[in-house]
């Protein structure tokens, strides 16, 4: 399950959600960072994880995909010694022209997302998942990252880098298996910005996106008769039930902006929406993630 | 505290940078305006911008070069502009071309580099050649000297810090120092360097394929003339961006992670010794300074003013949920203010409405350029 969607939507908290569920589920499913932001476990006041793969709670497990050490676990699995794997990384050579070459951190990336996805894993003594879910990088312009594969297949046009590389493009591309959501707030550009990022998945990568999640939603607490006599209210009284009243116009006129913005949304996109609330909370911990867990259905 | 017109006194750049969804493209056109209204002529520098945003600046048919925005549209909305507001949607691939046109000898390098596969991948989409660019283009409006102040609105990146590191990795990389004498087989260097290069060069080979390998050298090659030029424009960038006339202002968010984020691109700047301006905090839920410590009995007098009990009780909850995010927010950014020992904290509310326009970015331009006066009686005034 791939999550996506611009900077600041609530890419992780989405992708730990649907961990939460899963797992819930009793399927073993782990969620993986992939931009080395450790936003998950410090969802869970949990340490870092870094590149191992560490339990979180029951059935879930996360993991920080450092595309540096996947290079180093590729190479290991394609020259199968460990004393020429750490010779090459020596060299300042093949560090360069590793560097130098387009693409080919995210594709390593993509790589050990796949290796996790294997139930016959690479590497040794790996577990077996029911469910990867991927918490992808920030969309800054269009759909770079899931478009390497597909990219690489294309420069690299022989050598097992290259059907490597079309394997990935299989995996994203593979309908029955993966699944692709996005993640969107309830504001003017994040909406343009989905319906953007849906209509390149398709036309660019061949991903057909399964759901969009507006997050953020805030509740209709008041009705308009009731915002008309608050209105009222924020003009006449003075102090505390002034800033009341006005908090609770903020709250309507909010409220209402967002649900001219998911109207929006639904015309814009092909993929059905699902809604999740904002939540009134400082801090999002495990807990706010297991309810919106709950609701997402 | 000083103003943002105090901060932006005198500079000829202002650069916005910050993680993503915390409204940089939004701050970067409100300030561009903000300083043109003030009588200067400005350049703002955005990157996909908001349809409806580019829309108001009269951007939507806008290439790789400013335009004016049309002085009308200001009058239309009743924002009175002084001096002149320029626009520009960075293009980053037109960008690298003409520079390659730029620095190329004769037609025919021009050519090989523009068609080589690998520059094209990078072009458009190697991590860290839209950052590059922006800067690049910014160093080319600066050297023309058209505008008194040009304002970048920063690519979004995955990490605050590849943007400071994108013009010295893309020199590095077009450099290929080692590589080019080691990519020709006959080379000087297959014979001095040995075992070990052969080695990574062919555990490469096998893994990329020669093919790739192959476009690489070609890549170099092309490259080859122009490596000075690169270099020598990439040191003169440098230096502008650490100029005593350019400004870092950081943009940020009130919640924890984005706040993270500010503190952590603020010790890169001071880090690289580039000049931080201060730092702008983004829909800031305000607290009413005379409401802390909330009456007691707002439930019971809501209940009596309203004559409505279940009404009363849902206002007072919902008041009680904003002013839990409204202490989070002055927590943050308390944190933030004392991390970055800076007195230079502006705050924009979190306004009801989302901004879009240009009566929006006048909006917005009442906070970021209040003086300290007018923030407390504005921060009274909302609650």
């Known amino acids: 399950m791939i999550v996506t969607g611009k900077g600041g939507v609530g890419k992780t908290t989405v992708a730990v959600a649907l961990g939460l569920r899963a797992a819930a589920e009793g399927k073993r499913t782990i969620v993986c960072e992939v931009a080395s932001q450790e936003n998950a476990s410090r969802m869970f006041d949990h340490a870092e994880v870094g590149f191992h793969e560490v339990e979180m709670e029951e059935n879930l497990w996360s993991i920080s995909i450092d595309p540096d050490e996947s290079m180093r676990e590729y190479v290991l699995l394609q020259l199968k010694v460990r004393a020429m794997r750490d010779m090459l990384f020596r060299s300042r050579i093949f560090n360069y022209l590793a560097a130098a070459t387009p693409g080919l951190k995210e594709l390593v990336t993509i790589g050990k997302i796949w290796e996790l ?97 507006l997050n953020g939603l805030y509740p209709e607490r008041f009705s308009k008769a009731e915002a008309g006599r608050l209105s009222g209210l924020a003009e006449s009284e003075k102090g505390a039930v002034k800033a009341a009243a006005r908090a609770a116009l903020s709250e309507h006129n909010r409220a209402r902006s967002q649900r001219a913005q998911l109207a929006r949304l639904r015309r814009r996109v092909e993929a059905p929406v699902k809604t999740l609330p904002f939540l009134f909370e400082p801090d999002l911990g495990p807990e706010a993630a297991r309810r919106l867990s709950r609701r997402l259905g | 505290m000083p103003t943002l017109s105090e901060v932006l006194d005198g500079k000829e750049i202002c650069i916005c940078a910050g993680s993503g969804g915390v409204g940089k493209t939004t701050t970067s056109a409100a300030i561009a305006t903000g300083m043109a209204a003030q009588g200067l002529k400005v350049c703002v520098l955005t990157i996909d911008p908001a349809k409806r945003l580019a829309d108001s600046l009269g951007l939507e048919e806008l290439g790789n070069e400013a335009r004016r925005v049309d002085p009308a549209l200001f009058e239309e909305q009743g924002v009175e502009v002084k001096g002149e507001l320029w626009a520009m949607m960075l ?76 013009p010295k990795r893309l020199t590095q990389f077009i450099e290929g120092k080692s590589l080019r004498v080691f990519m020709k087989p006959t080379g000087l260097a297959a014979k001095v360097t040995g075992r070990g290069v052969s080695v990574a060069l062919s555990v490469f080979k096998r893994i990329v394929g020669f093919d790739l390998l192959a476009d690489l050298a070609e890549f170099f090659n092309a490259f080859s003339g122009m490596v000075d030029g690169f270099q020598a424009r990439a040191k003169r960038v440098n230096k502008l961006l650490a100029d005593p006339g350019t400004c870092f202002l950081v943009v940020c968010g009130p919640q924890g992670e984005p706040i ?119 921060a009274a005034g909302r609650a």
């Open chain 1, 117 to 213: 996805a294997q139930l016959d894993r690479k590497i040794k003594k790996g577990r077996k998942y029911d469910l990867v879910i991927v918490d992808a990088p920030a969309t800054g312009h269009g759909v770079g990252f899931l478009q390497t594969p597909r990219t690489f297949a294309n420069i690299a046009r022989v050598g097992p880098i290259h059907s490597q590389a079309k394997q990935l493009d299989r995996l994203i591309t593979d309908h029955e298996h993966t699944g692709t959501a996005i993640v969107a707030l309830p504001e003017e550009m994040p909406v343009n910005e989905s319906a953007a990022l849906e209509r390149d998945l398709r036309d660019e990568v061949g991903v057909a996106v399964d759901r969009v999640y």
């Open chain 2, 91 to 166: 293009d980053a691939k037109a960008t690298f071309d003409e520079l390659i046109a730029r620095q190329a000898p004769d037609e025919e390098s021009r050519d090989r580099v523009l068609d080589n596969r690998i520059y094209q991948q990078i072009s458009s989409a190697l991590a860290g050649s839209q950052e590059y660019m922006a800067m690049e283009k910014l160093f080319e409006l600066h050297t023309e000297g058209r505008f008194d102040l040009l304002v970048l609105d920063t690519p979004p990146t995955r990490n605050a810090l590849d943007f400071l590191e994108a």
């Open chain 2, 260 to 378: 993270d984020e500010a503190v952590y691109f603020h010790r890169k700047l001071v880090e690289a010794k580039l000049p931080f301006g201060g730092v702008i905090v983004n829909k800031v839920h305000y607290p009413a300074d005379q409401l802390r410590g909330e009456p007691e009995d707002l439930p019971a007098t809501l209940a009596e003013t309203l004559g409505d009990e279940d009404l009363a009780r849902r206002v007072a909850a919902n008041f009680s949920d904003y002013r839990a995010l409204a202490e989070r927010d002055a927590r943050n950014i308390e944190r933030l203010a004392n991390e970055l020992s800076t007195r230079t904290v502006i705050r924009v509310p979190y306004l009801d409405e989302d901004v879009h326009d240009l009566a929006g970015l006048a909006q917005i331009n009442r906070y970021l350029f209040a003086t300290g006066e007018e923030r407390v009686a504005m």
